[in-house]
Nanobody, 126 residues
Framework: QVQLVESGGGLVQAGGSLRLSCVASGRTFSSYSMAWFRQTPGNERRFVAAVWWRGVFTSYADSVKGRFTISRDNAKNTVYLQMNSLKPEDTAVYYC???????????????????WGQGTQVTVSS
């Protein structure tokens, strides 16, 4: 069992930056592919970014490419999402997720993830 705890959300003005963190329990963090998804009220949870368990492959949603960066520190059991040039449309609850078997073709699918955090709210004001 893996527990994921997100932090770093908050209120920021458009154009600002935030860094989200997700700390995972357990000693097998390095074997999980990790991702960030986001969700707004009444909508499905949508893929934001993912990093493969080896950390050498990353994937981003088109809407965040060039603005967001996902990274991981396996020594700290932590995955990060650096969000720059934030826009009001980035406002959402952001969720961290862990997968034991996601491949390059399934990293963006919620069904590929086995564990989820509780979410952290990000609000971008205009």
């Amino acid at each position: 069992q893996v527990q994921l705890v997100e932090s770093g959300g908050g209120l920021v003005q458009a154009g600002g930056s935030l860094r989200l963190s997700c700390v995972a329990s357990g000693r097998t963090f390095s074997s999980y592919s990790m991702a960030w998804f986001r969700q707004t009220p009444g909508n499905e949870r949508r893929f934001v970014a993912a990093v493969w368990w080896r950390g050498v492959f990353t994937s981003y949603a088109d809407s965040v490419k060039g603005r967001f960066t996902i990274s991981r520190d396996n020594a700290k059991n932590t995955v990060y999402l650096q969000m720059n040039s934030l826009k009001p449309e980035d406002t959402a609850v952001y969720y961290c997720a862990a997968s034991t078997g996601a491949g390059a073709n399934t990293l963006a699918q919620t069904s590929a993830y086995d564990y989820w955090g509780q979410g952290t709210q990000v609000t971008v004001s205009s």
